[in-house]
């Protein structure tokens, strides 16, 4: 028993420094890829900005200051103000916040939902793949905001409406993803072995297919947060995202359409927020994409 014990714990301690190991190797192949330290850089900003906000903002950012109306950029506020005289450095740096809020909620939520739909769908095969890959397909024949628009409309607006309807219609390529990796491994030997073993298609599933789509799953997940902004920002353009007087960025551009040609910063801070954000997000799943793609790593 001591010595089942020993090696026991002797091989969990050599698998946390085998992941260790192969954790640092990672950090040094991404430390190499410039792009991919900008796009960290930018997400890294964004993420600090949300979490030291209070510290950060020098203003109210729902208190209004009539006497400076839609004053241009100067000390005092360095992005200017808006209609209502509110400082749109600070409404940006609160803004970040829901940004982060809306793309947590649908990657925690779209992910898990085609992972498992995607992987029940390759392993059992037969009817039920046909059924979830049938709706899968009617899900991405419509375009993303189009049916985000639909749902957000029946549910009602809302920043979390806008979360759950971006969810349901950022599913379906996670589902695809996993059903193809399930294809691929769900008569390998190693599975065929765990089926001789008495393991059930669900502990499959979940122990040996799930964890095989992870890798390219984070990548999805970093190239669709662009994407799950600029809907989120679509949504807050047209009013059915988060309301008024939330710092919303997509809002904010609304409002500010209406000053474009007089006093610009209004709607274009926030445009540049969202689109400084967006290619943080892109160059950085770029250079995951580079480093976790098999094929592509064989190459750099």
Known sequence: ????????????????????????????????????????????????????????????????????????????????????????????????RLTLLIVGL????????????????????????????????????????????????????GIVNAALAITLTA??????????????????DYVNAVRLAGGSQMRIIFRHIIPMCMSSVIVRM?????????TAAGLGFIGLGAQPPLPEWGAMISTGRKFIFDQWWVATIPGFAIFTVSLGFNLLGDAMRDLLDPHLRRRI
Do not use: C
């Not at 599913?171 to 390998?188: C, G, K, Q, T």
């Open 1 to 96: 028993m001591t010595i089942s014990n020993i090696s026991l714990a002797e091989s969990r301690r050599l698998l946390r420094r085998a992941r260790l190991n192969q954790f640092r190797q990672f950090a040094a192949r991404f430390s190499k890829n410039s792009l991919g330290m900008v796009g960290l850089f930018i997400i890294g900003v964004l993420v600090v900005s949300a979490l030291l906000a209070p510290l950060i903002a020098t203003h109210d950012p729902y208190l209004p200051d009539l006497a400076r109306r839609l004053s241009p950029p100067d000390a005092a506020n360095w992005f200017g103000t808006d209609e209502l005289g509110r400082d749109i450095f600070t409404r940006i740096i609160y803004g970040s």
């Open 106 to 157: 649908v990657v925690l939520t779209s992910a898990p939902i085609g992972l498992i739909i995607g992987a029940m769908a390759g392993t059992y095969g037969g009817w039920l793949d046909a059924v979830f890959m049938r709706i899968t397909d009617v899900f991405l024949a419509v375009p993303k905001l189009l049916l985000a628009l639909a749902f957000v409309a029946a549910l009602g607006p």
């Open 171 to 188: 599913w379906p390529p996670y589902a695809r993803l996993a059903r193809a990796e399930a294809l691929i491994v769900r008569d390998s």
């Open 222 to 230: 970093t190239l669709d947060m662009a994407g799950i902004i600029l």
